[in-house]
């Protein structure tokens, strides 16, 4: 591909070309995300962006529904819901004549790109209306509708999907865009409900969208601990109704006032008959007489603002979508552009569209496994850490292992989730799970107790830290804290926490030589709002921060949107950790983001300023610019507001915001709660088999460096990192990873923002495929 050599300006790579965006099918919150970058990256690389109104039935109708889009016509569509340029269900579109149509529309204008935004259906119309391309560009020569030359020109048609849906049933993606967002109504619901439900003793049965996927379902069950779960891929078995109610009786038993069961509305029975909530109710009231409440969501999963997450995925897709666009040759197949773990991927259309209707089929056949299977591997790992937490009864076998779990450094939301699926999946593997409050200092102090199944119910919602959490590193309490280790019986050490989880754990690996007792296995789950913990690409807790603080920065544009002329300055957390003030100027539609890891001097500061006042002379009269609380020493908050508020005089006038503790604060998002689920239960999986390679002439000992890690997630994968051998990669002084991933999305919020910057296309996602991962289930 010629295009991809570095030599390649990425500005003028789409001089003379035309692309045309279009939102199709069940709308999904973060398209507007999506449509806002594909037009901004379209109009940076040279090219024509046009908007196509109303989905298909716009592509067919023309005239006034493809109209050209300019740098301002998107502003101010990140926050909002929905898609903006409208959708719908077209029937003209499916008939050849409709197709014609819109043949016709597009090569009167010389639009021959196009990017589609929708589900699996309105993908599959694109694909073949590309695959007729030609043949319908005939019959319109033909016709005299359009002329050889204009034929000549749009001789073929490139299209690029990217999938909005919220049920996030498109196989090859992780995500779809919409799905955090509903997970994010849902969850709001879940929680409100919770209250009420304690209150009265009540058992809720909440239904969720999702006609041929569970994904939501199944989210939300492990998000909020639900008693059980229904969705389509893996039908209960045949006695299930029984099962069901000695569940809930168990429950009750054990002192739950609440129980909670979520129902995918396309949930059916291995006989292939749908299961309802209506139908559950009643088997609740009749068999136990439980005062039993269903709450069916319906169309507010659709609705509300999009979370950080999904206006950065729109983002980032939207980016990548331009570039397969320009990069593409007749011979490229089709293709989706999506996200896997934390890179952006491009895959063959078709091969998707192939694996998603396979899930279908197997379905229909009764083959459930296979449909998990063929669902990706992350809605494997949810269905089986979901398994795991929500149904076994503990062992009748003690193991006459002791683990101890704590939390150590700031409070994060996220941590108690984490607490509660390791302290459940220790006591599932037989050990004796232990507590220790207020992090090290607790463990020096003997602040340590017994922790079971029940004590941490409910956990999963809860922010902050319920065992207490302190910065104090244990360097110089090791005396004290070998003796408890000895005193208590702790063979095994689970530590959550930031950067001083990390730190402290390195000390007690460092200290074995001097003390046996620390000779155990150790595992650090990071949890921290700064996201600065080496050997994870993310932390739990960073995800609420973020959008707490994107939530805010909506408000603060809204009250600048009214005012005029106004730029906001916002000072964000994150010690020397730039993640969130990067990520957050992404997701908010920042100007600017000061970080420490980006250098920045009095010249970067002029010319951000010209910037603004250049945007002044827009319909855009507002300003946003974050900075990182440890950006720069002597380039503070207040200087940066002072030197804005002396040079934007009589064009612009300034306001400064510090976000401060409400960034560690809130109940944690659908994501931080997920992920907390999964590093917990995962971290105890770890130790067990940690502890049985360790058991020597009947004790525990551990002193090799593999036997002390940190459980991060790293590109794809849940991994294991040895705490010693992440020293390298670490600045101790600045307390942050020397590598980190996110410093390569900087440019696109730069691109996003109007600067004529240079985007590095060298390291561009090839198309994967998928179709090999359904061979190995043959």
């Known amino acids: 591909m010629p295009l991809n050599t570095p030599a390649a300006d990425p500005t003028r790579m789409g001089v003379g070309r035309s692309i045309a965006v279009l939102t199709s099918g069940g709308d999904a919150q973060g398209m507007n995300a999506a449509v806002r970058a594909t037009v901004r990256v379209g109009l940076y690389t040279g090219a024509q962006v046009y908007f196509v109104h109303e989905g298909y039935q716009g592509l067919v109708d023309g005239g006034e529904n493809i109209r050209l889009a300019s740098w301002e016509s998107v502003s101010m569509m990140l926050q909002l819901g929905g898609t903006v340029i409208g959708s719908a269900r077209c029937q003209d579109f499916r008939t050849r004549d409709g197709r014609m149509k819109a043949a016709r529309n597009l090569a009167k204008l010389g639009i021959t790109n196009l990017c589609v935004i929708g589900g699996d259906g309105s993908l599959t119309g694109a694909n073949q209306f590309r695959t007729e391309w030609s043949s319908l560009l005939k019959d319109l020569v033909q016709a005299g509708q359009i002329s050889g030359e204009e034929a000549q020109k749009s001789s073929h048609l490139n299209i690029v999907g990217m999938v909005g849906s919220i049920d996030n049933d498109f196989c090859g993606t992780d995500m779809t865009i919409g799905t955090d967002s509903a997970l994010h109504r849902i969850i709001e619901v879940v929680d409100a409900i919770a ?110 603002t999009p979370s950080a997450f999904d206006r950065i995925l729109g983002s980032r897709m939207g980016v990548e979508a331009v570039m397969a666009l320009l990069e593409a040759t007749p011979d490229t197949p089709a293709c989706v552009v999506s996200l896997s773990g934390n890179q952006a991927v491009r895959l063959p259309l078709m091969e998707c569209v192939q694996v998603t209707k396979d899930v279908t089929a197997a379905m229909a056949e009764g083959r459930f496994e296979d449909a998990i299977k063929l669902r990706g591997k992350s809605f494997e790992n949810n269905w089986n850490t979901y398994k795991l937490l929500a149904h076994i009864n503990p062992p009748d076998v003690k193991s006459n292992i002791n683990v101890a779990v704590m939390n150590v450094g700031a409070p994060c939301a996220g941590m108690n989730a984490a607490v509660r699926a390791a302290v459940r999946m220790g006591i599932i593997q037989g050990h004796s799970m232990l507590a220790v409050h207020d992090g090290f200092d607790g463990l020096a102090h003997g602040q340590i107790e017994p922790i079971t199944w029940t004590s941490v119910s409910g956990w999963t919602g809860k922010g902050g830290s319920m065992l207490g959490t302190k910065r104090v590193l244990p360097g110089k309490m090791l005396e004290q804290i070998s003796q408890n280790i000895s005193m208590f019986n702790i063979h095994a050490l689970v530590i959550i926490g930031g950067f ?101 001097n009095i010249k970067d500061l002029e010319v951000n300023v010209e910037h603004l006042l250049e945007k002044m002379k827009t319909t855009v009269k507002r300003g946003l610019v974050l900075r990182n609380e440890n950006s720069n020493a002597n380039y503070t908050t207040d200087f940066i507001f002072n030197l804005y508020s002396e040079e934007g005089k009589g064009i612009f006038d300034c306001r400064k915001n510090v976000l401060g503790h409400m960034q560690q604060g809130g109940t944690p998002t ?90 590095d296309t060298s390291e561009h996602a090839d198309m994967e495929h998928v179709i090999k991962k359904r061979s190995l289930l043959k």
Not at 534 to 560: E, H
């Open 670 to 759: 659908p994501f931080d709660r997920n992920f907390a689920t999964k590093m917990g239960a995962k971290s105890l999986l770890w130790l067990t088999e940690k502890l049985k390679e360790c058991y020597r002439h009947g004790r525990i000992f551990a002193n090799t460096g593999n036997s002390a890690c940190v459980l991060g997630m790293r590109k794809r994968a849940l991994t294991f990192q040895p705490l010693a051998d992440l020293k390298e990669d670490t600045d101790f002084e600045h307390r942050i990873p020397k590598s980190q991933w996110w410093l390569k999305i900087r440019p696109i919020m730069k691109i996003l923002a109007k600067y004529n910057i240079q985007l």
């Open 500 to 600: 001083e989880a990390y730190v402290g754990g390195l000390e007690l690996v460092q200290a074995r030589e001097k003390y046996e007792e620390m000779c155990i296995p150790m595992v650090v789950i990071p949890a921290t709002v700064s996201n600065n913990v080496p050997g994870s690409d993310f932390s739990i807790g960073a995800d609420t921060a973020l959008n707490t603080i994107t939530s805010t920065c909506d408000r603060i544009k809204q009250s600048a949107a009214g005012t005029k002329r106004r730029v906001f300055i916002v000072e964000t957390m994150g010690g020397y950790c730039g993640y969130l003030a990067t990520m957050a100027g992404l997701a908010a539609g920042a100007d600017a983001a000061y970080i420490f890891e980006e250098k920045f």
């Open 195 to 304: 209250t009420t439900a304690q209150s009265h003793q009540r058992t809720f049965i909440l239904e969720v969208m999702g006609r041929h996927c569970g994904y939501l379902a199944l989210v939300t069950a492990l998000a909020c601990g639900a008693d059980w779960v229904f969705i389509p891929e893996m039908p209960p078995d045949e006695d299930w109704e029984n099962h069901l109610c000695r569940r809930l009786t168990d429950q009750r038993a054990r002192g739950s006032r609440l129980n909670v069961i979520i129902v995918a509305e396309g949930a059916m029975s291995r006989d292939g008959s749908p299961i309802t909530s209506e139908q559950i109710k009643k088997l609740v009231t009749d068999r136990l007489g439980f005062d039993t409440r269903t709450t069916v969501l319906g169309h507010v999963q659709r609705g509300g």
